[in-house]
Structure formats: C-alpha cells, structure tokens
C-alpha cells in the first residue's frame, strides 16, 4: 500500500522561505513522476512543481525562480524548496505520486497518490 506524508509546512512571513519534504512508503520516487499541488480556501487544486523520472521538471508560472523541487534518492524523499514566499502561496500542499516512467506533469489526473497535506500560511 502507498502512503506519502508530508512534513515542513508552518506560517512565515512574506519574503520567507520553507522546505517541504514528502517520505514515501511502497513507493519509490526515483522511478516516478511526482509533483507538488496545492489548494486555497476556495479554489481548485493546481499543480505547483513536478520532476518525472529523468528528472526533467516544471512549475507553474507564479512560483518559477522560487520555488525548487528535488528529490534524495538514497532517502526516498521529495521535497519542495520555496523561496522569497507571498501571502498568494498560502495554501495546503499535497506531494503527488503518479505511474513509474511517465513525462512530468502538472495535471491532476496524472497522479494516482496523494499525501494528506501540509498548511503553508504566509502573511503580509
């Protein structure tokens, strides 16, 4: 059974910086497209940062030179580094995994797992 859970979220103020990590379990990042969603009070779920296989990655537009993803492979760990953070990144953050040797995405529907979130607040 896969299980991912997320760790590192918390409130900062703007210009400031998180690291968030997602540990897997019956599941191996290394070999997979995985990514970073996030979802605000309101609003539907986006895809923040993804890194597939061959480690080719993409971001949305509002966090690209901010916002880094990377993986440790010895630790089969994801993380999301994010850097000089605006009150809009507030959200809760979901680690995504999706099938083994697939393109990077941003979609949705291209994930099958799902971690169970971590709060990001930042305020003003």
């Known amino acids: 059974q896969v299980q991912l859970v997320e760790s590192g979220g918390g409130s900062v103020q703007s210009g400031g910086s998180l690291r968030l990590s997602c540990a897997a379990s019956?599941?191996?990042?290394?070999?997979?497209?995985v990514g970073w969603f996030r979802q605000a009070p309101d609003k539907e779920r986006e895809g923040v940062a993804a890194i597939d296989s061959r480690s080719r990655t993409r971001y949305i537009d509002s966090v690209k030179g901010r916002f880094t993803i990377s993986q440790d492979i010895g630790k089969n760990l994801l993380y999301l580094q994010m850097n000089s953070l605006k009150p809009e990144d507030t959200a809760v953050y979901y680690c995504?995994?999706?099938?083994?040797?697939?393109?990077?995405?941003?979609?949705?529907?291209?994930?099958?797992?799902w971690g169970q979130g971590t709060q990001v607040t930042v305020s003003s």
């Open positions: 019956g599941y191996t990042f290394r070999d997979s497209r």
């Open positions: 995504a995994g999706g099938p083994t040797y697939s393109y990077v995405s941003l979609e949705r529907a291209a994930y099958n797992y």
